[in-house]
T-cell receptor, first 112, second 116 residues
Framework: GESVGLHLPTLSVQEGDNSIINCAYS??????FIWYKQESGKGPQFIID?????DKRQGQRVTVLLNKTVKHLSLQIAATQPGDSAVYFC???????????FGQGTTLQVKP | DGGITQSPKYLFRKEGQNVTLSCEQN?????MYWYRQDPGQGLRLIYY???????QKGDIAEGYSVSREKKESFPLTVTSAQKNPTAFYLC???????????????FGSGTQLSVL
């Protein structure tokens, strides 16, 4: 079956370091991917997205990399700040299903 | 400010009781969704609606019901048939662009439902 999963449940980084959060997906037909950030007790917030015709997309302090060969997605956060502490979810969808499938999430902890 | 409003923030349900969670959006989005989130888990789709007066079951619809009488509103009822209702419930909306119906979901702040 289809699944979207994250390699590590918790990632702890030092403030100012770069963070890399990974996500594996199993459906090779997936053509759109999104990263969400969820702070405690709040709804997820859109961070960045990427379509399957791209390998890399950059935002403000964030970069998403897509490797379709190994079905791997990563979110890179530059100069991690305490405000980046949250749970990060990747999600995938395919144009023929129209349903987002969410991974279980990675908790990012930023140490001062 | 445009956005999605969920209420209440916290809700308690007694045994055998039905409860309704409210979700309102003023983003003029066509599509609306309800997700359930359990501790340490991802989001699971309960119901979604792409247009007024129409909705479809998601992956875990049993024990839940919805209505979509207005574009702005998509209330979720947790019925007594849902034996394990304690969870964080998230409502979301998106622009229905046809091919990428679910892209860029905008989420509300959630409702925490607990059983007394």
């Amino acid at each position: 079956g289809e699944s979207v999963g994250l390699h590590l449940p918790t990632l702890s980084v030092q403030e100012g370091d770069n963070s890399i959060i990974n996500c594996a997906y199993s459906n090779s037909a997936s053509d759109y991917f999104i990263w969400y950030k969820q702070e405690s007790g709040k709804g997820p917030q859109f961070i960045i997205d990427i379509r399957s015709n791209m390998d890399k997309r950059q935002g403000q302090r964030v970069t998403v990399l897509l490797n379709k060969t190994v079905k791997h997605l990563s979110l890179q956060i530059a100069a991690t700040q305490p405000g980046d502490s949250a749970v990060y979810f990747c999600a995938e969808t395919t144009s023929n299903t129209g349903k987002l499938i969410f991974g279980q999430g990675t908790t990012l902890q930023v140490k001062p | 400010d445009g956005g999605i409003t969920q209420s209440p923030k916290y809700l308690f349900r007694k045994e055998g009781q039905n409860v309704t969670l409210s979700c309102e959006q003023n983003l003029n989005h066509d599509a609306m969704y309800w997700y359930r989130q359990d501790p340490g888990q991802g989001l699971r789709l309960i119901y979604y609606s792409q247009i007024v007066n129409d909705f479809q079951k998601g992956d875990i619809a049993e024990g839940y019901s919805v209505s979509r009488e207005k574009k702005e509103s998509f209330p979720l009822t947790v019925t007594s048939a849902q034996k394990n209702p304690t969870a964080f419930y998230l409502c979301a909306s998106s622009i229905d662009e046809g091919r990428y119906t679910n892209e860029k979901l905008f989420f509300g702040s959630g409702t925490q439902l607990s059983v007394l």
